[in-house]
């Protein structure tokens, strides 16, 4: 069954595949209005990591390209590389982006491509049973670390838009918001896909969000964790904007 939606929205979607209660959904919806209200759906080309994120291969009625564990980035580099008309857009998990993804996100990062990385932050790896993943919190308790995250043994969590922000050029956009305030994450995104159109440089945005199946949490305690828990540790804001070009 389909949506219903305004006249005006292009972006045709569908029910998701996420576990109830997941984030992606929310974050998927974000983008798609997003999208949706630039008017480029006809530019968009999509890419999706290995993981809960390719779930969304066929979420939306645009180009998409579903990639090996860790690869979206550097096949999106490569898309809008060929296809400068294009904007490319690789969507992954925190797994995908900060752990076996990593030296693509830097790589892309530091060369200042032209594309947008939306990141899905929800502290494990939730397609494969909830391990431990680089943004685990400190004494967080997964499938592989169930007396809590040691940090003097794993290290501290990955603190991606930081480290993004550090290393990327001028004309990028970073952001990190949440699924606990959707208008404000929507808000990043557009901005985010807006430096795409001006072709300005990279555009990132990391989205925390929930995961209750793996976290074992009910409504209540979700929406703590990412609002209390997450949001302590993982800061949301902006840390990057494009200057402004005089005109």
């Keep these: 069954m389909q949506p219903i939606m305004p006249k005006s929205w292009n972006m045709e979607s569908k ?8 984030g992606h959904g929310l974050v998927l919806k974000a983008l798609g209005e997003a999208i949706d209200e630039l008017g480029i759906q006809d530019k968009v080309v999509f890419g999706c990591d290995i993981g809960c994120s390719l779930l969304a291969w066929d979420f939306f009625n645009c180009d998409s390209v579903q990639t090996h ?17 294009l904007i490319g857009i690789a969507y992954m998990g925190d797994g995908g982006g900060y752990a076996i ?15 947008f990385v939306l990141l899905v932050n929800n502290t494990n790896y ?3 049973g909830g391990q ?30 930081e480290m993004v922000a ?11 918001g949440s699924i606990s305030n959707i208008r404000q994450l929507k808000g990043y995104i557009k901005k985010a896909l807006q430096n795409q159109i ?9 989205a925390l969000a929930g995961c209750p199946t793996n976290w074992r949490t009910n409504a209540k305690d979700t929406w703590a964790f ?19 070009k005089e005109g």
Excluded at 69 to 85: L, S
Excluded at 101 to 115: I, P, T
Excluded at 133 to 145: D, N
Excluded at 166 to 176: D, K, L, P, T
Aim: aromatic fraction near 6%.
């Design 132 to 161: 431990m993943a680089p943004t685990t919190l400190p004494g967080q308790k997964t499938e592989t670390s169930p007396y809590g995250r040691d940090v003097e043994l794993t290290g501290n969590p990955t603190l991606g838009p």
């Design 226 to 244: 990412i609002e209390k828990d997450m949001a302590q540790y993982f800061k949301v804001g902006e840390l990057k904007t494009p200057e402004k």
């Design 69 to 85: 564990h860790g690869r979206t980035t550097p096949t999106i580099a490569g898309i809008v590389r060929a296809r400068e008309d």
């Design 15 to 22: 029910p998701h595949k996420f576990c109830p209660g997941c």
């Design 126 to 128: 939730g397609m494969t």
């Design 198 to 206: 001006d072709k300005n440089g990279f555009s990132f945005v990391e």
């Design 101 to 115: 993804g990593s030296q693509h996100l830097v790589n892309a990062a530091v060369r200042n491509e032209k594309m």
């Design 166 to 176: 550090a290393i990327a050029g001028e004309g990028a956009y970073v952001a990190r």
